[in-house]
Antibody
Framework: QVQLVESGGGVVQPGRSLRLSCTAS????????MHWVRQAPGKGLEWVAL????????FYADSVKGRFTISRDNSKNTVYLQMNSLRGEDTAVYYC?????????????WGQGTLVTVSS | DIQMTQSPSSLSASVGDRVTITCRAS??????LNWYQQKPGKAPKLLIY???SLQSGVPSRFSGSGSGTDFTLTISSLQPEDFATYYC?????????FGQGTKVEVK
């Protein structure tokens, strides 16, 4: 069965960096795009970033563009989110999700999330 | 960027009620509209993709409709396990965006 396991969350000071990881199993990782989606405490879902199956195409939300970088290592079945210049408003649970694109595109499997708290 | 607006933001309903949630896109997104359900402390779960296709394993009381800018999620007969927050999401163009969510609460 498909499993996505995020790691790397924690408490970090404003302006510092953190790297999240998401390790996948149960499907052909190198054939699927991967997303990061976040949810601030008590708030709704915010789409953060998408990377294509081969890592060549990357897309970002305006709120993180220039500060966050999505990448992947298909040999390790892992997608990463490098977060730099962190701000208080980046405090959230960060989910990775598998992308399925056929006639339609959607996020069909999600991890359980990892909490990032930006605070001094 | 495409903005997604859901209404209402919350609603109160009883078991057995028919519930309708709407989602409006700021520009046409064809049928590239997905619906997710989220329960407290849990990851979102895909319900509907392509505006009207039911994800495998999702009960048939859930249905979706619409195209262009206006979309609807309907729960035909609300069950106790359906009290949750529902989100629409457009996959028409990047950056992809979610609606702000609709919380379905017990009346």
């Amino acid at each position: 069965q498909v499993q996505l396991v995020e790691s790397g969350g924690g408490v970090v000071q404003p302006g510092r960096s953190l790297r999240l990881s998401c390790t996948a199993s149960g499907f052909t990782f190198s054939s699927n795009g991967m997303h990061w989606v976040r949810q601030a405490p008590g708030k709704g879902l915010e789409w953060v970033a998408l990377i294509s199956y081969d890592g060549r195409s990357k897309f970002y939300a305006d709120s993180v563009k220039g500060r966050f970088t999505i990448s992947r290592d298909n040999s390790k079945n892992t997608v990463y989110l490098q977060m730099n210049s962190l701000r208080g408003e980046d405090t959230a649970v960060y989910y990775c999700a598998k992308s399925f694109c056929g006639r339609d595109c959607y996020l069909d499997y999600w991890g359980q999330g990892t909490l990032v708290t930006v605070s001094s | 960027d495409i903005q997604m607006t859901q209404s209402p933001s919350s609603l109160s309903a009883s078991v057995g009620d028919r519930v309708t949630i709407t989602c409006r896109a700021s520009q046409s997104i064809s049928s590239y509209l997905n619906w997710y359900q989220q329960k407290p402390g849990k990851a979102p779960k895909l319900l509907i993709y392509g505006a009207s296709s039911l994800q495998s394993g999702v009960p048939s009381r859930f249905s979706g409709s619409g195209s262009g800018t206006d979309f609807t999620l309907t729960i035909s007969s609300l069950q106790p396990e359906d009290f949750a927050t529902y989100y629409c999401q457009q996959s028409y163009s990047n950056p992809q965006t979610f609606g702000q969510g609709t919380k379905v609460e017990v009346k």
